[in-house]
């Protein structure tokens, strides 16, 4: 292993030369199936108001899923969180949203209204879903926890509501998965009996359900309802666990949205290739905080992070074999993106110590060194904001026969750790249209040159959170809504820099009109030539979150481009900005323009020869003896102004 760079902290990735006290398997050429990001959502996850930004707080992560109530408002279960209200706020999302129809009731365990009144809100919710015009739900669950929410006294329940409900629902929506028993947690004898009267009653759901405390049982879970139903002769039917927490005792809840604790959640998930899960939803006191992986005050807390990495994962999800499948501790899920060249492993669970992550099938077109980074994200309590990942170590490997083991030091049971894992060979910078871009000219932002991450750009993140251009690289290129083929630099943070190639025809000052997305009041772009600086900071007003607003900015070159070929640096000023191009065009700081002389202006000052010398507030008639006053030499000067250019003479 050859180290580019090692940095360590009080958290520091070990290497060491003995055992490691564990392993975790990864096989990155094995799929088990297409990413689907299919355990990120939560119950309650979303309200009218929370998160308060829809797309910043929910669209990385890529949500899956939110399991919320048919209605929310008075009289219902809860007074917020309505499924097609929520709908309307995630439609620019991935996310889709599942109707739970008991949450329409009032009262834990819920008051059942009789039959008639149970089947016209039923009916009513289906209308209001329809009529939403939306195409974002996922599905319906009938009835809630019928093991511990339906009363006996009120009759069977397959009889008086699951059929009944099943029936309605196929009329009125057929198209429309339905899901059940959701029972509060797997019961072999309980799943059962509901599958046995399913198949009796011509009444069995597209999605069987239930909850689960702690993740160890799920392996058990899922080989006990295949066996269920091949019992039934029914297909393999899809699995959503709509509630899944470490447990369902307060001891354990606190857990909730945990990153230690939802890796082994998610790694199962995935291995047992669960359809849909949401986190639970514990703390009812605050919901809209997608399972308490944002604070109380809707801030990002450590397992917002975790489902972060889990939602930039693309491409497929590859095997990965722990040291014990049924159990709560060390576990781990991984994705391979061959289109963007890159492969993350996500590890953590109920064990500390030294772990050794042995990595095989990497792919051939990884080449034959990989570079390693080794992150780390923390956890004290869900209260907690925590501002993101820690990066622990990057490091070069020499594959051999496809394989390598990175030591992974867990110092706890509450972390979750990343290995992100790109090609290590340096690619050297190039044009890239395989030709300089033309000084004067358009230089579009996405156009900076070939070559790797810090040869020919810098980008804090690694990966291109884009749609589909420059995907082989790091930086963030974004499609511009409504404008077929034309893209933008999006998202830019400060000290990230693109470099571009360019072809200056002629020695001379040039006019600059930037055209930007600002996210802030101090975000811009600032230009170089060959390293030396050739404009102030260029910046727009910000947008109010609106990062398709586009603004034009414009100034002058500090000083006359070199003629020939250099290397033209964009600079990004503070956080959050967009870029879409920079127009370059020849200016002549000697040419004439008539000017009001009675008008009082500001007057950039320049000698013959265009060198600046400041600027000066008159009017024509008295400029040249205010230029006197300030201690201008003899001579004649070019002045310009807003509104055009005049010559001077100091006598």
Same mark, same amino acid.
């Given at each position: ?20 006290? $564990? ?81 329409? %009731? ?6 059942? *209204? ?16 329809? +009529?939403?015009? =939306? ?61 046995? $009267? ?42 959503? !666990? ?59 807390? &450590? ?14 999800? +590859? ?9 709560? /501790? ?22 500390? /110590? ?76 190039? *044009? ?7 000084? *004067? &000219? ?5 156009? $900076? ?5 810090? !040869? ?32 933008? !630099? ?7 820099? %693109? ?8 020695? +001379? ?14 975000? &811009? ?12 900071? =260029? ?21 006359? @481009? ?5 290397? @033209?640096?964009?600079? #990004? ?5 967009? #870029? ?51 201690? $201008? ?10 509104? /055009?250019?005049?010559?001077? #003479?100091?006598?």
């Amino acid at each position: 292993m050859k180290s580019r760079l090692f940095t360590t902290i009080a958290l520091a990735c070990g290497m060491t030369s003995f055992a490691a006290d $564990f392993t975790l398997k990864v096989n990155l050429s094995d799929s088990i199936r297409q990413v689907t990001h299919c355990a990120s959502g939560a119950l309650y996850g979303v309200t009218e108001q929370y998160p308060v930004d829809i797309n910043a707080m929910i669209g990385p992560l890529k949500c899956r899923m939110f399991c919320q109530p048919g209605a929310g408002g008075q009289g219902n279960q809860h007074p917020y969180g309505d499924a097609i209200k929520v709908a309307e706020r995630l439609k620019n999302t991935d996310a889709q949203v599942q109707i739970t129809l008991p949450d329409i %009731l009032p009262n834990w365990p819920y008051k059942w *209204p009789g039959l008639n009144s149970w089947l016209s809100q039923v009916e009513e919710c289906v209308r209001r879903k329809k +009529a939403s015009g =939306l195409d974002n739900y996922h599905s319906y669950v009938i009835w809630n926890e019928p093991d511990g929410t339906w009363n006996n006294s009120n009759g069977d329940f397959y009889s008086t509501v699951w059929k009944p409900t099943y029936e309605k629902l196929r009329e009125m929506d057929p198209d429309m998965p339905l899901v059940g028993p959701a029972i509060s947690y797997y019961s072999e004898e309980r799943m059962d009996k509901f599958l046995k $009267f399913c198949t009796e009653n011509n009444c069995v759901p597209d999605i069987i359900c239930w909850h689960q405390w702690g993740s160890s049982g799920i392996p058990g879970a899922v080989e006990n309802i295949k066996k269920l139903e091949k019992k039934y002769n029914l297909p393999d039917l899809p699995i959503c !666990v709509n509630e899944y927490c470490a447990g369902s005792n307060a001891e354990l809840q606190k857990f909730e949205g945990c990153p230690g604790y939802s890796v082994p959640f998610i790694a199962k998930f995935e291995r047992y290739k669960i359809e849909s899960a949401t986190i639970s939803w514990w703390f009812t006191q605050y919901p809209g905080r997608l399972g308490s992986i944002l604070t109380p005050g809707n801030e990002k807390g &450590g397992g917002w992070h975790l489902y972060k990495w889990y939602g930039d994962m693309e491409g497929y999800m +590859a095997s990965v074999t722990p040291p014990n499948d049924r159990s709560e /501790g060390l576990d781990g899920f991984a994705a391979v993106n061959k289109k963007m060249r890159e492969a993350s492993i996500v590890l953590g669970g109920n064990n500390t /110590g030294s772990v050794d992550v042995t990595i095989d099938g990497i792919p051939e077109w990884m080449g034959s060194e990989v570079e390693v980074t080794t992150e780390v994200v923390t956890w004290e309590n869900k209260d907690k904001a925590v501002a993101g990942p820690q990066t622990l170590a990057t490091d070069i490997y020499t594959v051999n026969n496809g394989k390598i083991v990175v030591p992974v030091n867990v110092t706890s049971k509450l972390y979750a750790y990343r290995l992100y894992i790109v090609p290590g060979e340096v690619v050297p910078r190039s *044009p890239f249209l395989d030709k300089p871009l033309s000084i *004067p &000219g358009t230089i579009e932002a996405e156009y $900076f040159d070939n070559g790797s991450a810090g !040869v020919a750009y810098y980008d804090k993140d690694k990966q291109n959170r884009g749609e589909g251009y420059r995907l082989e690289t790091g930086v963030d290129v974004y499609p511009i809504t409504d404008q077929p083929n034309n893209y933008a !630099v999006g998202y830019a943070q400060n000290e990230e820099w %693109l470099d571009y190639t360019v072809n200056v025809e002629k020695e +001379a000052f040039y006019d600059i009109t930037a055209t930007l997305s600002s996210g802030g009041e101090q975000s &811009g772009i600032q230009l170089q030539i060959d390293g030396e600086n050739i404009t102030e900071m =260029l910046q727009t007003a910000p947008n109010d979150n609106d990062w398709e607003s586009y603004l034009e900015t414009k100034t002058r070159t500090l000083t006359k @481009l070199p003629q020939g070929e250099h290397t @033209l640096r964009m600079n #990004i000023v503070g956080d959050w900005i967009n #870029i879409d191009k920079f127009v370059f065009v020849e200016y002549d700081p000697t040419a004439i323009v008539d000017v009001d002389a009675n008008e009082t202006q500001t007057f950039e000052i320049y000698d013959s020869m265009g060198r600046k010398y400041g600027e000066i507030i008159s009017s024509q008639v008295d400029i040249s003896n205010k230029l006197k006053e300030k201690g $201008f030499a003899s001579g004649t000067y070019i002045l310009k102004s807003s509104r /055009g250019v005049i010559k001077v #003479i100091v006598d």
